[in-house]
T-cell receptor
Framework: DTEVTQTPKHLVMGMTNKKSLKCEQH?????MYWYKQKAKKPPELMFV???????INESVPSRFSPECPNSSLLNLHLHALQPEDSALYLC????????????FGPGTRLTVL | GENVEQHPSTLSVQEGDSAVIKCTYS??????FPWYKQELGKRPQLIID?????GEKKDQRIAVTLNKTAKHFSLHITETQPEDSAVYFC???????????FGQGTRLTINP
């Protein structure tokens, strides 16, 4: 398996809902990432997990809560989001140490009403 | 921190012609420079990358050149085809640093 997968593909939620985005890879990569991408903009880094530990948090609001249950899975828990949080949420993974090659999943298109 | 500027923001070329996209970076410590292609509604896909120990890398119709002194790198696509139409992002980072700094993207349109 040489791909990063993400579920769901699309998500519509209200501002009071709690939902989770899921990401999975089976390439043995030890670094996993969450990005947010708005239309016509580059991906914007949110979180990095390295060996299942949070290594980078780019000052993301606490309404976004990441979780890495094991080396293959990455979740992003969402609670009390705002309409401006509507975006494409991309997961990526890479081998640790000397490789920077990041492989992206297809993304979850999130709409907050 | 690192800052990456990418030009042009849009580029339109005739099918069969060449396309060139340029990026400049600010941090002289950066030593890894990937290029991603993102088709509409799809994921960013790594198409080519270059490390600072080489000046040029080619893969079929695409090539990347790096000028460390001037701190700029460029993507060259020859014999363009309609399927090359997409948004292209350059990025820069220090190898092993995990955080990629992206340029703002170039929307490339290939006209038949």
């Amino acid at each position: 398996d040489t791909e990063v997968t993400q579920t769901p593909k699309h998500l519509v939620m209200g501002m009071t809902n709690k939902k989770s985005l899921k990401c999975e890879q089976h390439m043995g990569h030890r670094a996993m990432y969450w990005y947010k991408q708005k239309a016509k903009k580059p991906p914007e880094l949110m979180f990095v997990y390295s060996y299942e530990k949070l290594s980078i948090n780019e000052s993301v609001p606490s309404r976004f809560s990441p979780e890495c249950p094991n080396s293959s899975l990455l979740n992003l828990h969402l609670h009390a989001l705002q309409p401006e949080d509507s975006a494409l949420y991309l997961c990526a993974s890479s081998q640790e140490s000397q490789s920077n090659e990041q492989f992206f999943g297809p993304g979850t298109r999130l709409t907050v009403l | 921190g690192e800052n990456v500027e990418q030009h042009p923001s849009t580029l339109s070329v005739q099918e069969g012609d060449s396309a060139v996209i340029k990026c400049t970076y600010s941090d002289s410590a950066s030593n890894y420079f990937p290029w991603y292609k993102q088709e509409l509604g799809k994921r960013p896909q790594l198409i080519i990358d270059i490390r600072s120990n080489v000046g040029e890398k080619k893969d079929q119709r695409i090539a990347v050149t790096l000028n460390k002194t001037a701190k700029h790198f460029s993507l060259h696509i020859t014999e363009t085809q309609p399927e090359d139409s997409a948004v292209y992002f350059c990025a820069a980072t220090v190898q092993g640093a995990q955080k990629l700094v992206f340029g703002q993207g170039t929307r490339l349109t290939i006209n038949p």
